[in-house]
């Protein structure tokens, strides 16, 4: 008879006891009672495996029997009622399940984008080189990482921005310096906020040899009646070169001027016209020569014209408290442009003319080499001495009635207020 194994004993007993119910546990606790009993023994071998071991563990005797006899080695216990061994046992505290998170079946609230502030800047002309900064700022997105959707236009008539501006009817609109004093001195709510070039454009673009034929004319005749005629664009070009501002400018004395709006490029064309007054000097000559008209260029502030600002940004003075934040936003945007521009000169009329292919011809080229060092790299400056001096001149020659204050006439609104 083989006798039971020392280590599988006490799991033998639990389910000889499980097994049999109560008879057994009375018995074993009289084989307890009566120490003289002979000792218990059991009539076969019983193998239990444990329940937590890999089947890999089992012994080997158990793992090599064929599944038909490790099966009959263990007796299969019947099915109980009542609760089970698995539906009582609670887990310890520390192998506790998490929480599973719920599902949210609402959908995120959408992220509203920022307010942006709409702005309308009419432009002094077509497009060309000289608005090199609004087209860097545009094309880079500076506007719009500042809250701005800013609109270029150009006009219609050269005369226009300025009465559109003044009407409420545009936010902004470009100019020049002499422009400004004489339409502020005329009532316009006008304000200078921000310069582009901040040296003059404008000149007298005569025929060839022109200007020498008419000086020696006149001086033979000797009372001066050969007199030139030229076109002009807009009012500044006009009462400038009428006033006595205009006596030292080597022109001579007597001067006809005709009103030829935009059509400065016919006119030079004609017969009877001997030159115009523009303000984009940088672009007609070129465009003149390639259609066989020469002539040659008098800067006006090598004639008597003081220096002044050549291409300015002006606001209405009479909205500018509401539109002050966006503006002064405006005006950053065009100095972080004007930097790029000087740091990438080619990259930045690459960009230009990919956004602007009408600009990208050999004759806008021409005058971007002539523009570019003229950029103003402090836009939101004001150089009140220069204003004051101009007002004053034009003051004296009678060609503004009152001498306004240059706060009146330009503003700087990066500067802090006082």
Known sequence: MLKARPALLPLAVLFAVVLTGPAPLMALAEADVAEDAAPLTLGTEVIVPSLFAPLAEIDAAQADAPMAEASALVEVPPVVDGPTFLDTFEPAEEEAIPEVPSVAFEPAEPIVPPPVTPLTITLDWYLNPQHAALLVAREK????????????????????????????????????????????????????????????????????????????????????????????TVQDSAALLES????ANGLPERIDLVDVNYAVRDAMHEDGLDGVVVHQRHLLPRQLADEGVLTQTLPLEEHGLPAHDGLILMANRDRLGSQRDAIRQLVAALEEATLWLLNHREAAWELITAAEPALDDPIMREAWEEIFPRLAQRPAAVDQGRYARFEQLLLEAGLVETNTPVERLAVDLGAPAS
């Open 141 to 232: 997105g500076l506007f719009q990482r500042r809250g701005l959707e800013v609109t270029l236009i150009s006009p219609a008539d050269p005369n226009v921005p300025a009465k559109l501006l003044a009407a409420g009817r545009t936010d902004l609109a470009l100019g020049r310096q002499p422009l400004l004093h004489l339409l502020v001195d005329q009532g316009m709510p006008l304000v200078r906020v921000a310069t582009l070039i901040d040296t003059p454009l404008s000149g007298v673009v005569l025929r060839q040899s022109l200007l020498a034929e008419k000086t020696e004319a006149s001086r033979d005749n000797g009372n001066g009646t050969e007199a030139l005629r030229l076109g002009y």
């Open 244 to 247: 006595p501002l205009g006596s």
